[in-house]
């Protein structure tokens, strides 16, 4: 069987292609990824822009598509089904991707399945590594999103923890505007962080009292999972802002309205900058590497896996393999492109829900949240 994913959640007009291998332990095989990333017009802005970001994808769309299937040397006849991101995202962008793929089942007279942006990224896995060990806590950590999900069986997603206030790469993104390095503000700071002493900067680790710190009582562990499970592990990472903006204002770092940082005002030499970023991304990691783990020990799980973009991150990769070698649980990502918004992730999860039979009236809608379906 052969999908074309289609992903418009944000700003990158993504379309690819993959194909069901009939092997259970490698199932899917991806034929083709295209994706055409906006960052740089949205650069401009210091952050996406949703209108600008849908008419991008208006303009992209067609030409996006058209390569994915020559990348896979697929013909419009030759796809056996569509599959597209229903949600969450901006509902603007979200519209094209469902617009478009409408249109396009409706001419073909084939299935078209909507897909959940996040078990997008949680499939990401799936389709790089095969099959993994089951069960498995799975690490969502993007710009919009830090969620942790218990994963029992293929296609099955338990949410078992998010954040309480920023995503952990909506965190990224604020402390790089912070400190002048643009936008999206991942890639610089785990750049300069290999060149900062990650102690230099005292930033809290954020701490609850509860879930995370002690194992959940044993009735909460019981199946089906109760609505208090979805607290098991919480992250939280806008306090660590607001101590980083304290910080730069004791160096005497102009920070108008709490989150500009004028380049030229600030003292900051390069190694200072660098030393600000190894610090963060320091309690960044540690918590999300923490409280993964501690989840993972308490659900039995057999695995670990980290997606979505912040998984990109080089320190988070290299932590998470370490603690996965200490504590004998193997660790899973997906490679870089798989990392980052893709439409192969979203055709993957398009290929579960179509192996089980299910399929999409062409009457649904796109939503700017929407609860993942995994049963
Ligand atoms: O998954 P994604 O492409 O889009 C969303 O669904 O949000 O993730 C984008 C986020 C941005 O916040 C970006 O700063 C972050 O992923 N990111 C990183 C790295 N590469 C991208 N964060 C930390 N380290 C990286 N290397
Ligand atoms: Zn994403």
Redo the contacts with the bound molecule.
Sequence with gaps: MNVLGIET??D?TAAAVVSSTGDDSRPWVTKSNVIASQVQIHREWGGVVPEIASRQHVRDICGVVEKALGDAGASWDSIDAIAVTQGPGLVGSLLVGVAFAKAAAARLGKPIVAVH?LAG?IESIFLEHGAIPLPAAILVV????TSLYFVPQPGVYRLVGRTRDD????A??KV?KLLGLGY????P??RLAREGNDQAVDLPKPRFTHADRNPPPPDLMSRPFPPAYAHLAEFSFSGLKTAVVRHLQERHVSVASGLTVPTDAGPLNRQEVADFCASFQRVVVSSLVDKTFDAARWLGARSVGMA???S???R?RQDALARGNREGLPVFVPSLTL???NAAMIAAAGLRKLERGETSSLDFNAYATLPIDGR
């Design positions: 959640s944000c990158e942006h990224h993007s710009g919009g999103h995503a952990a790469g909506e990224y993104d790089a999206p503000g991942g890639p700071i785990d979505g973009g912040v990109a991150n080089s988070l990392s980052t918004d």
